[in-house]
């Protein structure tokens, strides 16, 4: 999943780097939409999948420290080891939804540019 989003960004920032006269925007707006979704919704998923895994974590570590045992001190570095990687993966997931948005933006913008300039040259 990282690849693919970083990769689609790039694309898109490619696209608003080059767009010439011929872009169609309307129809790339709404493959940007879709792709938009697609993340959003892995977005929340390992939102839901990350907060799951602190709140185990975080219930482990109060265990611990009434019950110390090796056993649960292992479980916490497991966990640890699992939380880490997942806040760091929705971390990106979230700071590429929130590019996508200002992408977004973007392509609206240079759409109307070329809605207003082509009314422009119809009179």
């Known amino acids: 999943m990282k690849k693919r989003i970083i990769y689609y960004m790039k694309n898109i920032d ?6 010439d006269d011929s872009t169609d925007w309307d129809e790339e707006i709404k493959k940007h939409l879709i792709q938009i979704g ?8 390992h939102l839901i999948v990350t907060v799951v895994f602190a709140m185990m974590t975080i219930i482990c570590i109060l265990y611990a420290i009434n019950n110390p045992t090796i056993g649960m001190l292992l479980l916490i570095v497991a966990f640890m080891v699992l939380l880490i990687p997942y806040i760091m993966h929705y971390y990106l997931l979230e700071n590429g939804v929130q590019k996508m948005y200002t992408q977004y933006d973007d392509m609206l913008e240079r759409k109307e540019r070329k809605e207003k300039a082509k009314s422009q040259n119809s009179f």
Not at 14 to 19: D, G, I, V
Not at 38 to 45: A, C, G, Q, T
């Open 38 to 45: 697609f993340f959003m919704h892995e977005r929340l998923i």
């Open 14 to 19: 490619r696209l608003l780097a080059n767009a």
